[in-house]
């Protein structure tokens, strides 16, 4: 299907993982809140606390998906992972998670053997500092979470503008 500019429409959509309330853990959300104030055509935003069979509903039905989360491997604060779930199996222990049952990479994982991954699944992770309660995201996460929305900004505008 072809809309009046000739660009195939794709259901595209960012889905925030985290909890705003445990400091590093609300990266995700605060990704979606940057691209709500830079209202970016064409991309549905959802927020997720990250329970499994949740996002595997979430993204059900899109063509691309971006998923923000925070990760907790050890390396320095404010790190980005870009993966693509397609190309990469994720590893259970990568990514933060005190509010769900089981993590991010484990629901990606499951969706992958039921065949219920989106055809573009694009994760984008960033390196917590601080995961203890409280509302304020560390600077380096904060600096770490305009510059993924920036790039999941440039990354939708080639998607549906074939650039």
Do not use: K
Not at 139 to 146: D, Y
């Amino acid at each position: 299907m072809s809309d009046a500019g000739g660009t195939e429409s794709r259901r595209v959509m960012c889905i925030g993982v985290g909890n705003l309330f445990r400091r590093d853990d609300g990266a995700g959300p605060a990704v979606l809140e940057q691209l709500r104030q830079r209202h970016v055509p064409g991309l549905q935003l959802l927020e997720s606390s990250g329970e499994g069979a949740t996002l595997i509903t979430l993204w059900a039905g899109g063509d691309h998906v971006f998923l923000v989360d925070a990760a907790c491997s050890g390396r320095d604060p404010g790190t980005i992972y870009r993966i693509d779930a397609q190309e990469n199996t994720l590893q259970p222990d990568f990514f933060y998670y005190s509010t769900h049952a089981f993590s991010v990479a484990e629901a990606v994982e499951l969706a992958r053997a039921l065949d219920e991954l989106p055809p573009r699944l694009i994760i984008y992770a960033v390196e917590g500092a601080d995961f203890g309660m409280g509302a304020a995201l560390s600077a380096p996460v904060q600096a770490a979470v305009a510059r993924v929305a920036d790039a999941i900004v440039r990354e939708v505008d080639a998607l549906l503008h074939g650039q």
